[in-house]
């Protein structure tokens, strides 16, 4: 199992938490809330009002979101979903739990004293100059308001 921190449409609430949910496509279980260690840069970007993390570290806020243990078949899914590598790339960052709900068997590692874990998040380092320039956020609401709300694939 891997550890992946989502910040953006695929959260609870969200328009594609479905997937997350969608045992077809692996097992993504929650593990609790957290937010990243580091500072970036969370923007809304282009026609479809996407979320974007921009892989600037020490700029912007520490943004917060929700960590999963996923299966392989999840993790795969995931990176198709997110276009990884050429739109997100999928890289360790650490995150600082803020509540946490994680069982499992003795083979699942624990939360470190610090409450600092690793996770894979799909952030972006290939993107317009001019995202650098957009309102930064500390946390994603597609109905947040900002008025930007998300585009489904399926409505595009």
Known sequence: MARVFVYGTLKKGQPNYKHMINT?????????????????PLVIAGKYNIPYMLNIPGTGHHV???IYSVDEQ??????????????YQRTLMRIQVVEWEGKGGAGEARVAADGVLEC???????????????PYYDSYDSSGKHGLSYVLRESR
């Open 24 to 40: 077809a496509k692996g097992l993504a279980k929650f593990q609790g809330r957290g937010r990243t260690v580091e500072k970036y």
């Open 64 to 66: 917060a979101g929700e």
């Open 74 to 87: 999840m993790l795969q899914f995931l990176d198709e979903f997110e276009g990884c590598p050429d739109m």
């Open 120 to 134: 894979f998040v799909y952030s972006t380092a290939t993107y317009p100059p001019e995202w650098v320039g957009l």
